[in-house]
């Protein structure tokens, strides 16, 4: 059975037009779709029936989800457009479904302009379109044009001239910079003065023409004139374009008070939802149990952490992790990506064949709910940036937000305990009591498919007695077990669930940081990687030419041999693998590596402590050499030869030097006392010789 999705991509064969869903009705009959590649496109309506039948006969294709991305790295100015846009749609395109509604469209873009001041009506419409054909994700609105070097020009000001015919003073980044000391430092504390004190203040600082006393001996300024000092009007428009509402509160209401009174709240109850992938709740807990090493049962590895993300409108479990990290965003990104996986396959990977109604779930939701500490990374934002669903932390002092996903826990735990070795039970610690973790037995693996199994039995089976059904519902027969409610939701209150690749949602969900491109490779934290892209496109010479220059990437922190550069073109990402001579580095972690170079660094210091104390001691050595011979040339100088006379026979100086250093150090492979030896010997033998020789002579002189 084809369940469509928003935000699905629908592909008509013979007309090669690709629609994207942008809103299915509670009852999943009407949806509203928008032509991806049609420049005057509007949302037009659709039978689900008639694009289901279309599916069926082959006439329509289900295509991967192929949103347009900005075909450069956004600068700030984009940021600030893409941010601006968003401001002027925002209410807009949350007005579902009297927006894609002729008649309606008018009449709410014509309310919005005038709140928003927007004088052309076809801002809106441009606006709009490029949302919703490009995947209703903020980062659909960044511009367009081709990437140039901005260019900063302050000799006009532009705006709307002022109402006395003066021009007034350009806003330069020297004066953005004083409008932002000025707000930190007299706006945004809990004395809660206001906008334009702040102003005056900031005038008082920068713009005094000069200072003088009165007869009182009062200090009294002189401000600059209008045309030399920026306007209240100037800096309320930064102000408003520059700061983010949540934070101002916090600064001015403190981050408690924020927390129980102003930040946005999504809801947990079932009451408060509309439908299946309206609201996700997700938490992790340490579960009860100790595992052992898959590859050897002798190593206890302890208890798990385990993530479970449920859908609040039916209460099915729609993602799972179980994992030895402890809560962190690391693993939490895992568990929604267990949320957007095909549980077919997922399932399959632990042995255990499904169909697809078994467990249906494979999408992300509209709002998530869940602990602050994770949710408090960086990468939530990217997730919201990119893909679109809103996040909401559950303060310290409202648990019940999370009711529905920390129940399941106890529930899990009471099916599944009385068949689990080594499951920590109420008297573990008591004296006399059995050490549980020895009774262990179960690996990570074989405890996730205890979990899968748990899962398939809660969503077919377990009732919920509290539940409270709607009139629809019972009407409908619908018992309240999760899996009847999903079926019936998706029919009769879709809309909520939105499909993505599940490449891009990892690709959000992943840390990022800055690498730097040099003549040597793409350089992370003493790590070098390198593309294929980058050797074609020669990045690595031209590092070496003009210098080396920043890029962002995407990391996974478990497994370091791949990072992923930003690409800002429909591929999203470039993958880069380590150079060959980084092996030291393969197969680690962010945190592995990390300690690595800490402890080449703290040992670098430690040697470089010893270092310092031999140069010292070295520089010591020469000094005390250079002392010695001083004091050996003063006492054999003689002061009666003059100066002409020492550089004189310089040359003939190193003749006799050189001819006693080569006597000196000519090779002897024996002794002075075998040389003596040799002598006497040798003196013997002449002594012989001449005796010899001499005898010899005697007997010829007397003939015999």
Not at 248 to 271: D, H, M, P, W, Y
Not at 512 to 521: F, K, L, N, P
Not at 591 to 610: A, S, T, Y
Request: glycine share 4%; charged share 30%.
């Amino acid at each position: 059975m084809v369940v469509l999705s928003v935000n699905e991509l629908i592909r008509d064969i013979d007309t090669n037009i690709t629609y994207r869903i942008l809103w299915i009705d509670s009852g999943y009959v009407i949806a509203y779709v928008i032509d991806i590649n049609d420049k005057n496109a509007i949302p037009i309506s659709m039978l689900i029936s008639e694009i289901e039948n279309q599916i069926n006969s082959a006439i329509f294709s289900l295509e991967s989800n192929g949103d347009i991305y900005f075909k450069r790295k956004p600068t700030e100015k984009d940021i600030v457009h893409r941010d601006k846009t968003w401001a002027i749609i925002e209410e807009l395109v949350k007005k579902e479904p009297e927006i894609y509604n002729k008649g309606q469209r008018l009449k709410l873009i014509e309310e919005a302009m005038l709140k928003h001041n927007v004088k052309s009506r076809n801002t809106y419409y441009k606006n709009l379109r490029k949302y919703w054909q490009r995947g209703m994700i903020r980062d659909a609105l960044f511009p367009d044009y081709a990437s140039k070097k901005e260019e900063l020009n302050y000799k006009n000001k532009t705006g709307r001239p002022k109402s006395n015919g003066k021009s007034g003073i350009i806003i330069t980044p020297e004066i953005k910079s004083q409008f932002e000391r000025a707000i930190k430092k007299y706006y945004l504390n809990t004395k809660k003065p206001s906008l334009r004190f702040a102003y005056k203040m900031m005038l008082k600082s920068y713009y005094v023409k000069f200072r003088y006393f009165d007869d009182s001996s009062n200090e009294k300024l002189v401000l600059k004139s209008e045309e030399e000092r920026p306007s209240f009007r100037q800096m309320e428009y930064w102000f408003y374009n520059e700061f983010r509402s949540d934070k101002v509160t916090i600064a001015r209401e403190g981050s408690k008070k924020f927390e129980q009174n102003f930040r946005a709240v999504l809801g947990s109850s079932t009451a408060e939802t509309d439908g299946p992938g309206d609201i996700f709740q997700i938490d992790a807990t340490p579960a009860d149990i100790y595992l052992v090493n898959r590859f050897n049962p002798n190593w206890i590895v302890g208890r798990p952490t385990v993530y479970f993300i449920v859908d609040v409108y039916t209460h099915l479990i729609t993602g799972l992790y179980v994992s030895l990290e402890n809560a962190s965003w690391k693993a939490m990104m895992s568990a929604i990506i267990n949320a957007c996986t095909d549980k077919v396959e997922y399932c399959k990977r632990f042995g255990i064949n499904i169909t697809n109604e078994m467990w249906p779930s494979m999408h992300l939701p509209s709002n998530i709910i869940g602990d602050r500490g994770e949710l408090a990374s960086n990468g939530v934002d990217h997730l919201i940036e990119g893909l679109g669903p809103r996040i909401s932390n559950t303060p310290p002092y409202r648990p019940d937000w999370k009711g529905i996903v920390e129940k399941l826990f106890d529930t899990s735990q009471k099916k599944i305990k009385p068949f689990l070795p080594g499951y920590v039970h109420k008297d573990h610690g008591e004296r006399g009591a059995n050490d549980y973790r020895l009774e262990a037995a179960l690996t990570i693996e074989e405890y996730t498919k205890v979990l899968i199994n748990f899962i398939l039995f809660y969503n077919q089976n377990f009732y919920m007695k509290d539940y409270q059904r709607n009139e629809h519902q019972i009407k409908d027969k619908i018992r309240p077990i999760p899996i009847k409610l999903w079926e019936w939701g998706v029919k009769n209150a879709a809309g909520k669930l939105h499909k993505h690749d599940i490449k891009k949602v990892k690709f959000y969900l992943l840390p990022r940081d800055q690498a730097t491109i040099t003549e040597h490779g793409i350089r992370y934290k003493k790590m070098f990687y390198s593309t294929p892209r980058a050797i074609d496109e020669q990045w690595f010479s031209k590092a070496r030419r003009d210098g080396s220059w920043k890029v962002q990437f995407s990391y996974d922190p478990r497994n370091m041999d791949m990072i992923y550069l930003h690409s800002y073109d429909e591929d999203l990402f470039i993958p880069c693998t380590l150079l060959d001579h980084q092996q030291r580095y393969r197969n680690k972690t962010y945190e592995e590596i990390k300690q690595l170079l800490d402890f080449e660094g703290e040992d670098k210091n430690e040697f470089e402590h010893v270092q310092l104390e031999n140069e010292i001691n070295f520089y010591s050595n020469i000094e005390q050499i250079v002392k010695q011979a001083n004091i050996n040339k003063q006492e054999k100088l003689d002061n009666t030869i003059s100066k002409s006379q020492r550089t004189k026979n310089i040359k003939e100086h190193r003749r006799n030097e050189r001819n006693e250093r080569n006597e000196e150090e000519a090779f002897k492979l024996v002794n002075n006392s075998e040389v003596e030896n040799l002598n006497i010997i040798n003196e013997s033998a002449k002594e012989e010789t001449i005796s010899s020789f001499s005898i010899k002579k005697l007997f010829e002189n007397e003939g015999i």
